[in-house]
Each structure stands twice: as structure tokens, then as C-alpha cells.
């Protein structure tokens, strides 16, 4: 390879070992003394740009050139006639690596402010990789190279994340409401972040070949939220939530060694049952179920019951007469034992010794057991 500083450079070309070289300047210091003639070649994914006296005089596609007057204009034979035309010129050629250079990575720092349409104000992390490719050789040197040596993508992709970073701030504030229905686009706001990304690499001479975003990620505790709102869409009730977070806790505790495991664990098995029942049998608006007390037994049971499940008494079938305990139909307005109004309830009986009510046709009280 012709990048040392010999007195006449003949060969020049530049083979890039690492993968990760954009720009390759010949000599990587200074200027070169290159020879009237020279070799110069150009593989296929390269581009070569010639430069003298600070100025960008021709580029070179994949192939072999020959540094002469008919294909450098700065050559002419009046540079060239007081040496015989061997003359050497300072110069340099950048040769610049046209391949497609990807897994770049980019993503934030620090977390960005988003304001979530349902969760508040909440801070997001995001990163992703992006691929680019140099089009415009000459544009690219004398906007982003300068005169560097070596120029590489380690250089540039920390540059060129920020701004990628800048422009999906804006974006996800105009594409997003919440970070809920955040699944579902990831592929809309990648390919608007590439089109808006296009037009800011277009002014350095390059091209955003690829943009892909990995993850955007809010912090533990809007996560912690995200999930129990996911949980919510299971459990109706709040209360259930609750229960439910309390019996993963005991359950856990019960898995743990020693002696305090084993009494965690014994505090779960009594607790258990009683919970899940409670979590089972109360309805989703946390009201205990209505219930009715059965007539002849006095057994509490379901409001929607038809039997007694204690003495086997048809519900709903009879009404109690309160003064004398006969059974009525559900239609009739009068007992037709006593001719008590079934609409008309009778004054309860006071026992004069505790003063507890009783029913009327009560003889002992049901508290002391004074006779009435």
C-alpha cells in the first residue's frame, strides 16, 4: 500500500481491515509528493477523491487510473515541461469506503419528558440501530472529514445519534398518546423517523439506509403501573387486586428457607381458604350478597333461593302471619287463622325485666326468658 511518505508516492491504494473506516487519507499526514503517472486503484466499494492546493479537483469510481494530464485537469504540460514530465505534486487522495456501513447504535442518555394522555407526565428511554451509506464523497470530506487521516464510524455515530435522538423526541410527542398502545407502533414511528432523518444526513453527503428502534422504555415504577393496569382489565375490583397481591406475597414467603418460612407458609394455608372464598364470593362491587331468612328454620339463605337447604321449606310459596305464625298465602291481605292484616306489622312485646322487644305472640322473652 502507497500511504507512506516516500519522496514519490507510484502506487496508491488502501485496503480497509477493520470495517469500520470511512474516509482513509494518502499520506495520512501532510500532503504527498504524488509522481506524474502514478498508479491509483479504486476497488468497488470505493470511491477515490484527488486533492490539490486545498481543492477537490476529481473523484474516481472502481478501477485503474493513471495520474496523468489527461485525466487530472491541474496537470498540464507547462507544470510539467521544467521536469521533464515527471513532475511531483503535493497532493493527497481520500479514499472513501461506499459500502453500507450498519449496527450502528443510537439512544438516550438521559430520559426524555413525554406527557402520556393516561398516565401523566413520564420520562422514556429508547435505543435502536440505524444503518448509513456515504453518497456524495466530496460533500462528505469537506463537511465532516476535513483533513483527518482516518475517519472511521466510531466518529461519527455518537454524532449522528444525537440527532437521530432529537428528532424522535419530537416525533413520539406527535405519534404517540400513550405508551399502553406503544406495542403495536414501533414500525409507524421508525419508518417517519427515517423519512424526517433523511433531508439532516442528505446535507453531509450521506444516506440513512436502515433506522430500527428496539425499545422504548419507561422507568420501573410506570412500569409497575402498566402491569397492575393489566392486571385491573383481569380483576374488576380493586379489593380483589389487593387480595390477590397479598397471596403472591404469602406465597413467596412460604418458599422461603428457615424457620420464618415455615411459619409463612403455615400462615398460608390457614389464610388461603378463607381468602379465596372471600375472593370468590363477593361480587365485583365489593357488597356482600343479598340474602333472605327462612321462615320455619330461621336459616340465612341466597335471596334467588327456592328450598330451604336446612329444614327443606318451600320458599315463596307461603307468607308467616306475625301475630300468629300461620303460614299464608303470598296473595292474601288478612291471616286467615287470626284476621291479621299481613300488611301490618304489630307492635313488638317488651319484656320488663331486660326490656328486649319480642314478637307478639312471643309468651317468654328471648333474651332472659321472663315470661311476658
Known amino acids: 500500500m502507497g500511504s507512506n511518505n516516500a519522496v514519490f508516492l507510484e502506487v496508491l491504494e488502501w485496503f480497509d481491515e477493520t470495517g469500520k473506516e470511512m474516509v482513509h487519507r494518502i499520506p495520512e499526514t501532510g500532503s504527498g509528493e504524488i509522481k506524474y503517472g502514478a498508479q491509483l486503484t479504486v476497488r468497488e466499494s470505493q470511491s477515490a477523491v484527488f486533492f490539490y492546493q486545498g481543492r477537490a479537483f476529481d473523484a474516481f469510481g472502481a478501477g485503474r487510473h493513471t495520474l496523468k494530464t489527461a485525466n487530472i485537469p491541474v496537470l498540464t504540460k507547462v507544470l510539467s515541461l521544467p521536469w521533464g514530465l515527471t513532475s511531483p505534486l503535493r497532493a493527497e487522495v481520500y479514499f472513501v469506503n461506499m459500502k453500507v456501513f450498519t449496527n450502528l447504535k443510537w439512544g438516550t442518555r438521559d430520559p426524555v419528558a413525554f406527557k402520556d394522555s393516561k398516565l401523566g407526565l413520564i420520562r422514556l428511554r429508547a435505543f435502536g440501530i440505524f444503518d448509513i451509506r456515504v453518497i456524495q464523497p466530496v460533500l462528505f470530506i469537506n463537511t465532516i472529514v476535513g483533513t483527518q487521516g482516518v475517519y472511521s464510524t466510531e466518529e461519527i455515530s455518537d454524532y449522528l445519534g444525537k440527532i437521530i435522538v432529537s428528532r424522535f423526541n419530537d416525533l413520539l410527542g ?50 409497575k403501573a402498566i402491569d397492575d393496569k393489566s392486571r385491573l382489565a383481569v380483576f374488576d375490583d380493586v379489593n380483589k387486586l389487593l387480595q390477590m397481591k397479598a397471596a403472591m406475597a404469602i406465597e413467596e414467603a412460604g418458599k422461603a428457607g428457615g424457620r420464618a418460612g415455615g411459619v409463612a407458609a403455615t400462615g398460608m394455608g390457614l389464610i388461603m381458604p378463607a381468602m379465596l ?35 327443606g321449606r318451600q320458599m315463596l310459596v307461603f307468607n308467616i302471619c306475625s301475630k300468629c305464625g300461620a303460614e299464608t298465602p303470598p296473595e292474601a291481605k288478612f291471616c286467615h287463622m287470626c284476621g291479621q292484616n299481613t300488611a301490618q306489622k304489630p307492635s313488638p312485646r317488651v319484656c320488663l325485666k331486660c326490656t328486649a322487644e319480642n314478637v307478639t305472640e312471643s309468651v317468654f322473652c328471648n333474651r332472659c326468658g321472663e315470661k311476658l
Open 174 to 223: 406527535a405519534e404517540l398518546d400513550t405508551v399502553i398502545n406503544l406495542p403495536g407502533r414501533y414500525e409507524v414511528i421508525s419508518d417517519k423517523l427515517k423519512k424526517t432523518l433523511q433531508e439532516d444526513l442528505s446535507r453531509y453527503g450521506l444516506m440513512l439506509f436502515n433506522l430500527f428502534i428496539n425499545s422504548i422504555t419507561p422507568p420501573p415504577e410506570v412500569q
Open 277 to 311: 372464598m372471600n375472593l370468590f364470593a363477593k361480587p365485583q362491587n365489593g357488597a356482600p350478597p343479598p340474602s333472605v331468612e327462612c321462615p320455619g328454620c330461621k336459616h340465612a339463605l341466597p335471596a334467588q333461593a327456592a328450598f330451604c337447604p336446612s329444614c
